[in-house]
């Protein structure tokens, strides 16, 4: 596609509706988004969807976080990783040939490498998320929404391949959302931990300060150039409220790589090589 796509109002979709949200409430799609801080890092006040108390919102430095600890405050979001399949290759598109690319470098500094060209996130983001309680009372996680803010034709830029070969994967729930579509929706899919088949479960979860969730995210872009961010529905002590998650105070931004030139490091030699899949 060409240009800027037409989009609808920004899709709360979660991945198990709840029942019954009221008209005003941040689960109905036609709901304003006027009661969420951009990136604050504490909550704003706001009208409860249960009618118990104010609803809550925030984000923060590479997640979320929500003011307060005990009854009725919001759960810590942290992002732990922005590719949970590591060492599997991870791609970034960079708007520059092969030969102003310097090596890249290992796992731990690849983002800020890519980020340093400019670089985006191509064709998938595999995104990890952390969720904790900040007591021993437990706060229910019901559902985990994506809001794109703009899709916009896919970057003509050139993909890198950081690093060959796949890890034996990991244990939390695994969810998938295919961001080129009109309203996105996070849906559970089936993980792995070794040989051993993680089922799909859905929303909703409950955490602690001692109970944690784990959540790996596929959000694929193909066609477009995505950017957005993640929505999670809590309720805890009769307050409920929308917490936003965020890349350090701004979108993410994923796009599609298809018949992009791509590269990967040092096959035959040391230096960028074009990458043939399969």
């Given at each position: 596609?060409?240009?800027?796509?037409?989009?609808?109002?920004?899709?709360?979709?979660?991945?198990?509706?709840?029942?019954?949200?009221?008209?005003?409430?941040?689960?109905?799609?036609?709901?304003s988004p006027s009661s969420l801080s951009s990136s604050s890092g504490t909550p704003s006040a706001?009208?409860?969807?249960?009618?118990?108390?104010?609803?809550?919102?925030?984000?923060?430095?590479?997640?979320?976080?929500?003011?307060?600890?005990?009854?009725?405050?919001?759960?810590?979001?942290?992002?732990?990783?922005?590719?949970?399949?590591?060492?599997?290759?991870?791609?970034?598109?960079?708007?520059?040939?092969?030969?102003?690319?310097?090596?890249?470098?290992?796992?731990?500094?690849?983002?800020?490498?890519?980020?340093?060209?400019?670089?985006?996130?191509?064709?998938?983001?595999?995104?990890?998320?952390?969720?904790?309680?900040?007591?021993?009372?437990?706060?229910?996680?019901?559902?985990?929404?994506?809001?794109?803010?703009?899709?916009?034709?896919?970057?003509?830029?050139?993909?890198?391949?950081?690093?060959?070969?796949?890890?034996?994967?990991?244990?939390?729930?695994?969810?998938?959302?295919?961001?080129?579509?009109?309203?996105?929706?996070?849906?559970?899919?089936?993980?792995?931990?070794?040989?051993?088949?993680?089922?799909?479960?859905?929303?909703?979860?409950?955490?602690?300060?001692?109970?944690?969730?784990?959540?790996?995210?596929?959000?694929?872009?193909?066609?477009?150039?995505?950017?957005?961010?993640?929505?999670?529905?809590?309720?805890?002590?009769?307050?409920?409220?929308?917490?936003?998650?965020?890349?350090?105070?701004?979108?993410?931004?994923?796009?599609?790589?298809?018949?992009?030139?791509?590269?990967?490091?040092?096959?035959?030699?040391?230096?960028?090589?074009?990458?043939?899949?399969?």
């Amino acid at each position: 596609p060409e240009g800027d796509a037409p989009l609808a109002p920004p899709d709360r979709t979660p991945a198990t509706p709840p029942s019954s949200p009221s008209p005003g409430s941040p689960s109905s799609p036609g709901a304003s988004p006027s009661s969420l801080s951009s990136s604050s890092g504490t909550p704003s006040a706001g009208s409860s969807e249960s009618g118990g108390g104010p609803a809550s919102s925030g984000s923060g430095g590479g997640g979320a976080e929500g003011g307060g600890t005990g009854l009725g405050a919001p759960p810590a979001v942290t992002i732990s990783s922005y590719n949970w399949d590591e060492p599997c290759g991870q791609f970034y598109l960079l708007d520059r040939g092969p030969k102003g690319v310097s090596p890249p470098p290992p796992p731990q500094d690849r983002r800020a490498w890519a980020e340093s060209y400019g670089g985006v996130d191509a064709g998938n983001m595999l995104l990890q998320l952390t969720v904790q309680g900040t007591s021993r009372e437990a706060v229910v996680l019901k559902g985990l929404y994506v809001r794109v803010l703009s899709r916009k034709a896919p970057l003509p830029w050139s993909a890198y391949l950081m690093g060959n070969g796949c890890g034996s994967g990991i244990a939390p729930q695994t969810f998938a959302s295919d961001l080129d579509t009109r309203h996105p929706i996070i849906t559970p899919v089936p993980g792995t931990q070794g040989d051993r088949s993680i089922p799909a479960r859905p929303f909703p979860f409950k955490v602690t300060s001692e109970d944690v969730e784990v959540f790996n995210l596929d959000m694929k872009a193909v066609g477009y150039d995505v950017t957005w961010y993640l929505e999670l529905r809590w309720s805890s002590g009769g307050r409920e409220g929308m917490l936003r998650i965020d890349d350090h105070g701004k979108p993410f931004r994923t796009s599609g790589m298809r018949g992009r030139p791509a590269y990967t490091y040092g096959n035959d030699e040391v230096k960028w090589e074009p990458y043939e899949s399969g």
